[in-house]
């Protein structure tokens, strides 16, 4: 066989990602009002593109990419098209080989940044002014109480103390013994952690209120700087633990606020819109619509695309630029009609596969995963990870977001996997509103009462549940309730 170069022609199919498909994927993970600035940037690129704004501008569905209202008793939800198809197999791609990064859980991050001291309005209750107001009923003796709050006024906006305890000592002219037993008075004060003079000293006082400061959780906050240059192969050794309880740990301490003071004064979480709607129809079924008030309608502008083509001639340069305008705003609108159907089509099924939520409450849910709703609608994973994203459903039972109906099984009586978790959360929540300010319930307890209600679950997981609903240990709702009663 002769050795030199030559030509060869193949022939082969393959998904092109091009930047209007990666364009599409991304508006699925979007919300209704993050959606209104990303078209709001599309009107102001694009010519063709307007927004209609009264009912005589009301464009055909295939112009405007708007799908109506549900129908009681009819399905609103078409079968996959080669659109959705292509749309779904190249979110598999981005997820494979992009890291696109779209959120998996539902849980807020611990890595959010707290919101800065000068953003707070002058009218709000400052740290101090909140701390000062615990300590009448925080106990201690006039001397304490007044040395505590010398204390408290030394505290800076992240609650930390910034100057040597020493000094203070001096300052008041009192020992050590009693500058530290103020000190201690600050520090059971709430929140959890005000008064520390470092991080390790701040994140213990969270640990020892979590019930969770045993030898080996002391080790490790003791060698945060080990921790901060991942050397965990030393940190294993040192506590003594494997790689699963050594990962729980730093979790756990991932959990805890490392500034504590900026909780006290920050501005207020904005108001959830709903992006879905679900009601009961006539026929004993769900009615489910997108929310129409914040979804933006497009329509394509065709009778200014004829007179500026017409006015074009020969110029193939602006003839070019104005068909590059009409092929984008077409596709947007598909992509915005593909993206409306796919959110009614996921929200269809998780309403079908939670509707005893919806009928009796949270103690109803069912263990659901983004691969049962994705075997049932036949798209993948990570699309319907996107569509769950930032999307909130509104009931009778209030506004939930999409992915709180998504959540692991625990073992129970009815067998493994049988009961939610968020209804294991609900039995909590339950068990400790319930509880008597002179019979505070430990998680101890809690694994008890729970199992005599069917679930069965480990200490350390009660925890964890009591903690993602906002409810504090046993110390912390012991002192709650001897405040609200001297209050």
């Known amino acids: 066989m002769a050795l030199g170069p030559r030509l060869d022609l193949r022939q082969s199919q393959s998904l092109v990602m091009t930047p209007q498909l990666q364009q599409a994927i991304r508006l699925l993970a979007l919300s209704n009002l993050e959606l209104e600035s990303f078209i709001a940037e599309a009107v102001s690129d694009n010519p063709l593109v307007d927004l209609a704004n009264g ?64 953003e707070r309005a002058s009218g709000e209750e400052t740290l101090a002014e909140y701390l000062h107001a615990q300590l009448g009923a925080a106990g201690g003796t006039e001397v304490y109480q007044f040395i505590a709050r010398q204390i408290i006024d030394q505290l800076d906006e992240a609650g930390y103390l910034t100057i040597e305890l020493a000094e203070i000592a001096d300052l008041l002219g009192i020992s050590m013994d009693q500058a530290e037993a103020g000190l201690a008075l600050v520090q059971s004060l709430d929140p959890t952690g005000v008064g520390a003079r470092s991080l390790s000293e701040c994140l213990a006082l969270q640990a020892k209120e979590a019930d ?49 003071g900026c909780r006290i004064g920050g501005d207020a979480a904005p108001p959830v819109v709903p992006d879905v709607f679900v009601k009961p129809d006539r026929v004993g079924g769900w009615a489910i619509a997108l929310n129409r008030e914040t979804l933006p309608r497009l329509v394509i502008d065709r009778q200014y695309y004829a007179t500026v083509k017409a006015g074009c001639g020969k110029d193939k340069s602006s003839g070019g630029w104005l068909s590059e305008k009409l092929a984008d705003a077409n596709w947007l609108v598909k992509a915005l009609d593909q993206r409306q159907k796919t959110i009614l089509k996921v929200s269809k099924e998780i309403v079908r596969r939670q509707e005893g939520f919806f009928r009796r409450g949270v103690s109803a849910l069912v263990p659901l995963t983004l691969r049962d709703v994705a075997e049932a609608v036949e798209m993948h994973e990570s699309t319907i990870s996107r569509v769950t994203s930032n999307k909130f459903l509104n009931c009778g039972r209030g506004t939930f977001e999409l992915k709180y109906f998504f959540s692991s099984g625990v073992a ?12 294991v959360k609900a039995a909590i929540k339950d068990l400790i509103d319930a509880e008597k300010p002179d019979a505070i319930l430990s998680d101890d307890t809690l694994v008890d009462l729970l199992k005599a209600k069917g679930y069965t679950l480990a200490r350390r997981t009660v925890a964890k549940y009591r903690e993602a609903i906002g409810l504090g240990s046993s110390v912390q709702r012991r002192r709650q309730k001897k405040l609200q009663r001297a209050r």
């Not at 009301?58 to 080669?82: K, W, Y």
């Not at 192969?233 to 506590?239: E, G, S």
């Open 55 to 118: 009912e005589g501008e009301r464009a055909a569905p295939a112009e405007s990419g708007e799908i109506a209202e549900a129908v009681p008793g009819e399905s609103t939800v078409e079968g996959q098209g080669d659109g959705e198809a292509a749309l779904d197999i190249a979110g598999e791609m981005l997820d494979r080989d992009f890291d696109t990064g779209s959120s998996r859980g539902s849980g807020a991050g611990g890595g959010e940044d707290m919101p800065d001291i000068g």
């Open 412 to 423: 129970s009586d009815g067998g493994d996997g049988a009961a939610s978790a968020e209804a």
């Open 212 to 260: 969770r400061y045993d030898p080996c959780m002391e080790v490790l906050i003791a060698n945060l700087d080990l921790l901060a240059r991942g050397n965990f192969a030393q940190l294993k050794r040192m506590c003594r633990v494997d790689d699963e309880d050594l990962s729980d740990m730093i979790a756990e301490l991932r959990s805890y606020d490392p500034k504590p």
